[in-house]
């Protein structure tokens, strides 16, 4: 899987946007993005993933480059309960049923305040 | 939907016991499920892969036969440690694939401490 580069801590002002970069510019053809997160002492949480087009969710949007060598996740109107490490992973997607595994790098250390 | 429930939420046991972990998904069948390790200021590192009926496939230096992995049907994995030691006290992540859907959903996690 390719690696991923991201900055180690960000902070952002509450109810502004947070905008996290992530460099993969190793990733291949078949590669997606994922994009997970992780509160202090819990499970990391599932955000969105993508391939090479941009996408949008209830939680936040992703927005690839179209070489695909990077990518930002925008949480569009952050509050304190986004404080968290986010991990952007680089990973297959097998469609023949095979799992493909998250290989988590150090993520970026998100703190909002207020 | 896409629930994952982890049991138990942590554990204290005595050094040479064996502690097992669930990890069910609640609202979705997982073929395939993933055990993970947090150590303190770290990040997480991947123990092993389990596949429904099958024997799971463990991650270089991870021993399968002090982390045992049993992956009986589409919502439940257990990981047991067995004959744990202080130096495994860490906190122990599952996760299920949805089918066809490619993204692993997690647990909340369990926090083993050995005394």
């Known amino acids: 899987d390719a690696k991923t580069t991201q900055p180690p801590s960000m902070d952002c002002a509450e109810g502004r946007a947070a905008n996290l970069p992530c460099n993969h510019s190793?990733?291949?053809?078949?590669?997606?993005v994922y994009w997970y997160r992780q509160i202090h002492s819990q499970g990391p949480q599932y955000i969105i993933h993508g391939l090479k087009n941009n996408e949008t969710n209830e939680m936040a949007s992703l927005i690839i480059t179209e070489d695909r060598k990077s990518s930002t996740l925008i949480l569009p109107h952050a509050t304190l309960r986004d404080t968290a490490v986010y991990y952007c992973?680089?990973?297959?997607?097998?469609?023949?049923?095979?799992?493909?595994?998250?290989?988590f790098g150090t993520g970026t250390r998100l703190q909002v305040t207020l | 939907g896409a629930v994952v429930s982890q049991h138990p939420s942590w554990v204290i046991c005595k050094s040479g016991t064996s502690v097992k972990i669930e990890c069910r998904s609640l609202?979705?069948?997982?073929?395939?499920m993933f055990w993970y390790r947090q150590f303190p200021k770290q990040s997480l590192m991947l123990m092993a892969t389990s596949n429904e009926g099958s024997k799971a496939t463990y991650e270089q230096g991870v021993e399968k036969d002090k982390f045992l992995i049993n992956h009986a049907s589409l919502t439940l994995s257990t990981l047991t440690v067995t004959s744990a030691h202080p130096e495994d006290s860490s906190f122990y992540i599952c996760?299920?694939?949805?089918?066809?859907?490619?993204?692993?959903?997690f647990g909340a996690g369990t926090r083993l401490s050995v005394l």
């Open positions: 992973i680089v990973s297959l997607w097998v469609n023949t049923g095979t799992a493909s595994k998250l290989t």
């Open positions: 996760s299920a694939m949805r089918q066809n859907k490619n993204i692993q959903y």
């Open positions: 190793t990733i291949s053809g078949n590669e997606y």
């Open positions: 609202d979705f069948q997982a073929t395939t």
